[in-house]
């Protein structure tokens, strides 16, 4: 018996049938892929130990710098925040926020050399996303709407700004050098020198800070 047309289920646009039916009967239906999976720098373990501070200058944005370590290009697609059980951030609502320098526009932003990103930056650039849960204890996982290539050479900043910018975590004890992703993809979380025409990893209000993590973290996919 041939299949009428109509019997055709295409789902999400596919021009070719992903489930076909025999009247009632589901006669054939298409494979569908799994999500792709998503890497971090930290996984599971949030390095050091981190405090909540509630005194930053209102509207403030808290930022972390990560770049390709490989040839590879990936795919940013979200940020993760690390909340600590006795943090008086837990119950607060804000939004993630992302700046991407192409290598060709300036890529990794370096001390010494023009101002990081700053608020209007994160205010007006589209990537601003409001968090889809108030923050709990341990990591809250927010994604962007739109995802963002990685290429060798660029710039990318991940930033949060808390009940209206006042809150932040933050951890001084971590060491000055990159921290690779766990899971070897091959993107890291910026060092911390502070020398000059290097990277640096903390960005506040679009100046840096020294040898600090801000409880931050990427979601990245391979591309």
Known sequence: MLLNTADAVHLGGNPEAD?????????FQKEIGSPATEHSVFGVNAPGVL?????AALNSWIAQQYYVTTATALTVVGARIYVPSDSSMIGLGGFIGLARRPVASGGIWLEGQGPAPNQSVFEGNG?????TASLVAGWNEFHYSTAYSLLPGDGLVIGYTV???KYYLYNNGMNNTRYDDVDGVGFALA???GNQGTPNRCIYNGGFTQSRWYGLDILVTEA
């Open 51 to 55: 405090t909540s501070h509630n005194d």
């Open 191 to 193: 060092e911390a020198t």
């Open 163 to 165: 009940d209206n910018g």
């Open 127 to 131: 990537a601003k996303t409001e968090f």
């Open 19 to 27: 489930r076909v039916y025999l009247g009632s009967n589901l006669v």
